[in-house]
Structures are given as C-alpha cells and as structure tokens.
C-alpha cells in the first residue's frame, strides 16, 4: 500500500518568529488607499489564545485574535471569522478588499469563511510589517511564508498556480527564502519594468527549512530541516546548526514523537540522520 507521508506545508523556506519581538519590516512604497486589494499568507501558529498579527500597515491589520478567531481589519472596520483552533498547522489564509462595491472576504484554505460588505477603506500607506503592527504590538508567535499583495480582488482558484513574480496586478511577493546581506528579505517583484522595491528587513526571526520530511514507498526516510540563524552556517562544514525534522504520521524511533531536534555539525547531522527509522 501507499506508505508515502508528507508533512503539512509544501514551502522550502519560512521565517520563525518569537512572538516578543521578531518581525520583518522597513518595506516602503506599497500604497493600497483607496483600492482594491488581495493579500495571501502562509502561517504556523505555535499556539492560541493569544493575538497574533501577520500583516499590518497603518490601522489595517491581518491576524489571529485571543479568543482564536481571525480579523482583517482597517479604518475601523473589522471583519471576522468562527473560532479556530490552528496551533501548531500551515494554514493559506486569503483578504480581499473590493473597493468599488465594499465587499470584503476572508478565505482559510481556500474556502471562503467569513465576508461583509464596508463603507471603509484602506487609508494608510506607510510602513507595512509582517508579523506585528506597524505600533509594534501584538507580535505573531510561528512560522510565516509567501506572502503575497495583489492591488486587485482575486478569488481562491486564481491563486492556485505558483508564482513568478511577473503576474498582473502583482504588487508585492516576499517568498521568504531569499535573503541578501543585512538579512533583507526579497521581494520577487522587482524584476518587472514598473515594480519598486518592496524589500524588507528582518529583525530577529529565525531562517527554517523544515518542509521536506518523506518516508518513500520503500520504507526510505529523507528529512530535511535546517535552523539557522546566520545565513553563511551552511557553508562552514565546521560550524554547529540545529535540525528539527517531522513527519506528519506516525513516530520517529529515535525520539518516540513524530520530530526530532539535533545539534551538531553537518558530518555529526548526517550521521543521526542515517540512524533514524520510522513506524
């Protein structure tokens, strides 16, 4: 029978924040006022009851509340969801905002669960930070990737498809998996003619690379999960990092628990790693 197990997030390349006082921020020049806008993210809660902010530009904001529900909220207006308890797993969270018409949508993986209709609008342009607000309250605790700002509406069926950065409307795309010197992190637009520099800083989130746990149909387990807080460890083979891998079924032996955290150097990573079975 099939014997393949994935874990529950397909990206190669996240950020960890602590929740106290990790985010990304210094990104300028995403101006939404006034229009209609989609904003996508990928988030791994580590816990709940807590609020826990991805996104936020002025008084707009985008995240979890104490009591585990799920906002997106501007200019006074707020729109949320039913109580989730998501601790713990990668969620697609989807806002989209219509301008012309004042419809306003929450979608978690891609099916739609809460919407309202506004009189508001997104009035502020300056600072946008992922993972707290621009006041710097209210820091998300967790795992955030691929966030994307469309300056149009989109429903879910547009946004399956992976992205080049070249698309239409694209307006913002941090992957958060590239990463230049200062621990700027990409944005993937900047290639287009009419693109600015979305770029941003990241100050205090740990760089992950933890998707890649599989047990193959010949009992093979390849994992891969990597880390790091300084992005040059992977090139000293001296250096010490950490590896937390997972699978999303079943037990590791070594660790009597689907995960397992190692410490070493690369050779001493790779050896553990070629000890390890599962069940």
């Known amino acids: 029978g099939e014997s393949r197990h994935h874990l529950q997030t397909p990206h190669q390349g996240v950020l960890h924040f602590d929740g106290v006082d990790d985010y990304v921020g210094d990104i300028a020049e995403v101006n939404l ?5 989609t904003i996508e993210v990928w988030a791994r809660r580590d816990g709940e009851n807590r609020v826990d902010t991805l996104l936020g530009q002025g008084d707009m904001s985008l995240g979890y509340n104490a009591d585990n529900t799920f906002s997106f909220s501007f ?8 109580v989730f308890a998501d601790a713990d797993e990668w969620h697609h969270w989807t806002a989209s905002f219509d301008a012309t018409s004042g419809d306003r949508t929450l979608y978690r993986d891609g099916v739609e669960v809460a919407s309202d209709n506004t009189s508001s609008s997104h009035q502020s342009s300056g600072e946008l930070t992922i993972a707290t607000t621009p006041a710097f309250v209210n820091y998300f605790s967790g795992q955030i990737d691929e966030v994307r700002i ?17 698309e239409e409307s694209l307006l913002a795309y941090w992957k958060l998996n590239e990463i230049n010197e200062g621990d700027r992190i990409i944005d993937a637009t900047q290639d287009r003619p009419e693109a600015k520099n979305h770029d941003g ?24 999960g990597i880390s790091i807080g300084d992005r040059d460890t992977l090139l000293d083979p001296t250096a010490v990092m ?16 689907n995960s397992i955290t190692i410490t070493g150097t690369q050779a001493q990573i790779n050896s553990a790693l070629h000890d390890l079975s599962y069940a």
């Open 33 to 37: 006022v006034g229009e209609s806008f």
């Open 150 to 166: 469309w300056n149009t509406v989109h429903s879910t069926t547009d946004l399956e498809a992976p992205l080049a950065g070249t």
């Open 242 to 257: 950490t590896v937390t891998a997972s699978v999303s079924h079943g037990e590791l032996s070594a660790s009597g628990s």
């Open 201 to 224: 800083t990241i100050f205090g989130a740990t760089r992950l690379s933890d998707f890649n746990a599989i047990v193959d149909e010949d009992g093979t387990l390849i994992l891969d």
């Open 75 to 82: 200019d006074g207006s707020t729109l949320s969801t039913a």
